[in-house]
Nanobody, 116 residues
Framework: QVQLVESGGGLVQAGGSLRLSCAAS????????MGWYRQPPGKQRELVAT???????NYADSLKDRFTISRDNAKNIVYLQMNSLKPEDTAVYYC??????????WGPGTQVTVSS
């Protein structure tokens, strides 16, 4: 089992920045993909970014210029730096830990609200 705890969400004005953190604990593997997904109000969950243990990243095309994912393997923490936030970035942001199909975990989510 892997436990994920997100932090750093909140209310911010458009144009502002937030940094989300996700701490993983439990049966952490040396082979894992961690990432962030989000679910805007009334919409489906969507990819924000993922990062491998070696630092390889993948971003949603529309977000790569404003968001940066990073990872501290020693602390088992993944970060999401979000800059130039827009009202459409308002969503619940979820941390994801993926080892293999059927061995995947989600955090409870953290709310990010961007006011105009």
């Amino acid at each position: 089992q892997v436990q994920l705890v997100e932090s750093g969400g909140g209310l911010v004005q458009a144009g502002g920045s937030l940094r989300l953190s996700c701490a993983a604990s439990g049966s952490i593997s040396s082979v894992s993909l961690m990432g962030w997904y989000r679910q805007p109000p009334g919409k489906q969950r969507e990819l924000v970014a993922t990062i491998t243990r070696l630092g390889g990243t993948n971003y949603a095309d529309s977000l790569k210029d404003r968001f940066t994912i990073s990872r501290d393997n020693a602390k088992n923490i993944v970060y999401l730096q979000m800059n130039s936030l827009k009202p459409e970035d308002t969503a619940v942001y979820y941390c994801n830990y993926f080892r293999r199909a059927g061995d995947e975990y989600w955090g409870p989510g953290t709310q990010v609200t961007v006011s105009s």
